[in-house]
């Protein structure tokens, strides 16, 4: 195998491994929490579906990168293609929406009670499925070029408004639907990422204001007040930051395939990368700011450790005494 492609292989291979893991780790423990408690909270709610759509996306466009990379070939046919490319567009969009309201959420959460915010925190907290299940629908009616130019790739000349991504071809068939799609896609990150910046701007701005404010407290409260606030926020603000660096380049990249006639695969498949990093990467963020994640993998970890003999007990146990704080 050559270098490039062994790295290639590699690369996707990580952020297979990575990526299935991470999000199946959040999947099962929210799913736990949400029978052991009978409840989820609604930010545990987005999390657990941005951990989902994030699962697709690694399974949809990941995978067959990485398969590709070892030498298997023509494994999709036109079917399978167009499913592929519907779940993976769906999936992205509704990861990038996903992000967005979940940061939107928390600058709900933690602005003033005054003016229209009481009402938003009680609507928006209130129907976040609702609004998440309406969203969806929107995205699977605006996503309709997949069914529509994707095929599996053939020994047939193309083309130059094709999109190559490895077992299948996106044919835009001529230079408007090509820019128009493109445009359209653009345009919906961008916004996300202008509204998800505008969020946690606001949320930036009310804790460095809250701290000010908070100078003169005594030190243990002023901690844990610190505390509780910073550990609410700080995961919202990595994955904006994590979004808009790896998805910023993506879409950078894929206005610059626009002014190209055919842009190479190696283009395509840098741009495949970043986008498959947000979904790869983000549970380790998501774990790591996450009390209720944490408390449930110290029970796994804690398992491991524990002698067979002793282990039932000891888990219940750390079960309880975590799961029920």
């Known amino acids: 195998m050559e270098i490039h492609l062994l790295f290639k292989a590699l690369s996707f291979i990580f952020l297979v491994v990575i990526g299935i893991s991470g999000n199946a780790f959040i999947l099962f423990a929210f799913s736990y929490i949400r029978i052991m408690e009978k409840k989820l909270m609604p930010t545990n709610i987005i999390l657990m579906v941005l951990a989902s759509m994030n699962f697709l996306v690694v399974i949809s466009r990941a995978i067959p990168q990485a398969l590709d990379a070892t030498g298997l070939q023509n494994l999709l046919d036109d079917t399978m293609c167009k499913l592929i490319m519907l ?7 509704m990861s990038i929406f996903v992000t967005s309201l979940l940061s939107c959420h928390q600058c709900i959460l933690i602005a003033p009670i005054t003016g229209l915010w009481p009402y938003l925190k009680q609507k928006v907290t209130q129907n976040v499925l609702v609004i998440i299940i309406v969203i969806m629908c929107i995205n699977l009616v605006l996503h309709p070029s997949p069914l529509m130019y994707t ?10 408004y094709t ?6 071809d996106t044919d835009f068939l001529t230079y408007l639907n090509y820019v128009v799609n493109g445009a359209l896609f653009s345009v919906r990150d961008f916004l996300f990422v202008g509204l998800m910046t505008l969020a946690s701007s606001y949320i930036v701005y009310v804790l460095v204001c809250h701290e000010k404010s908070i100078k003169g407290i005594r030190s243990s409260d002023r901690d844990k007040r610190k505390s509780v606030e910073y550990k609410a926020s ?3 603000i990595l994955l904006v930051v ?3 660096l790896l998805f910023g380049m993506d879409n950078c990249m894929w206005i610059y395939t626009l002014t190209l006639s055919n842009a190479s695969p190696g283009v395509n498949e840098a741009r495949v990368v970043l986008s ?15 009390p209720k994640l944490q408390q449930i993998a110290n029970i796994l970890h804690r398992r491991k450790l ?3 003999n002793h282990q039932e007990d000891s888990g219940s146990r750390i079960h309880v005494n975590c799961i029920s704080k």
């Open 234 to 236: 700080r995961a919202v």
């Open 276 to 290: 498959c990093s947000y979904s790869a990467l983000s549970p380790i963020v998501i774990i790591a700011t996450n």
């Open 306 to 308: 524990l002698p067979w």
């Open 242 to 244: 994590m979004y808009a």
């Open 87 to 93: 779940t993976y567009r769906g999936s992205r969009a």
């Open 163 to 168: 999109l190559h991504l490895v077992y299948c």
């Open 151 to 160: 095929h599996a790739k053939k020994n047939v000349t193309t083309s130059p």
